[in-house]
């Protein structure tokens, strides 16, 4: 089952803005949108966005999500050292019957 | 609060079996799809299984299909993974998930002779 597309690594400077993408087909991200989730080291996924900007309660507007085609993005504005961390999108797709995720984007916050 | 907590986890053989429980609070859990996904030592997230509200319809990564059984117990507000057959690759921290605005701490499953 192939899975979405992540870039391995994204390195932005304190209080920059990152944009993360996430790359899958019309069968996924080009169906239903994309979940979004953060991951710090030793800790379980938190759920950032859902069906592309839909954030949960508790979730800073910093971050903000949108799809344009097949590609979901994850933009993060005013980087904090917090939010060095592993990133995730997700996504149901429909042909597999099946969730895939994507590798997982690495953010370093210089 | 919503809360899942997985237990079940452990050291097991080479085609050995184990089996995974997810006790789950603060919802009402019959109304939720559920899943497990795993995560090997330094990779990246896999999602592993999904079992509809009443069990009706299952679906597995190609990977553990035949070997791995998902099954819910909305009495008990439990979810439960069943691994046979297992691998060195099944080694991984397993969580019990409702997709995905809740995750559970995981446990980890280690398969070694």
């Known amino acids: 089952q192939a899975g979405l597309t992540q870039p391995p690594s994204v390195s932005k400077g304190l209080r920059q803005t990152a944009t993360l993408t996430c790359t899958g087909n019309?069968?996924?991200?080009?169906?239903?949108?994309a979940a979004w989730l953060q991951q710090h080291q030793g800790h379980p996924p938190k759920l950032l966005s859902y069906?592309?900007?839909n954030r949960p309660s508790g979730i800073s507007e910093r971050f903000s999500a949108s799809r344009s085609g097949d590609t979901a993005s994850l933009t993060i504005t005013g980087l904090q050292p917090e939010d060095e961390a592993d990133y995730y999108c997700?996504?149901?797709?429909?042909?597999?019957?099946?969730?895939?995720f994507g590798g997982g984007t690495k953010l370093t916050v210089l | 609060e919503v809360q899942l907590v997985e237990s079940g986890g452990g050291l097991v053989q080479p085609g050995g079996s184990l089996r995974l429980s997810c006790a789950t609070s603060?919802?009402?859990?019959?109304?939720?799809?559920m899943s497990w996904v795993r995560q090997a030592p330094g990779k990246g997230l896999e999602w592993v299984a999904y079992?509809?509200?009443?069990?009706?319809?299952?679906y597995y990564v190609d990977s553990v299909k035949g070997r791995f059984t998902i099954s819910r117990d909305n009495a008990k507000n439990s979810l439960y993974l069943q691994m046979n057959s297992l691998r060195a690759e099944d080694t991984a921290v397993y969580y019990c998930?409702?997709?995905?605005?809740?995750w559970g701490q995981g446990t980890l499953v280690t398969v070694s002779s």
């Open positions: 069906r592309n900007n």
């Open positions: 998930a409702r997709p995905w605005d809740n």
């Open positions: 997700s996504a149901w797709d429909s042909s597999l019957s099946a969730w895939v």
């Open positions: 079992i509809k509200q009443d069990g009706s319809e299952k």
């Open positions: 603060g919802f009402t859990f019959s109304s939720y799809w």
């Open positions: 019309t069968n996924n991200v080009g169906y239903q949108g």
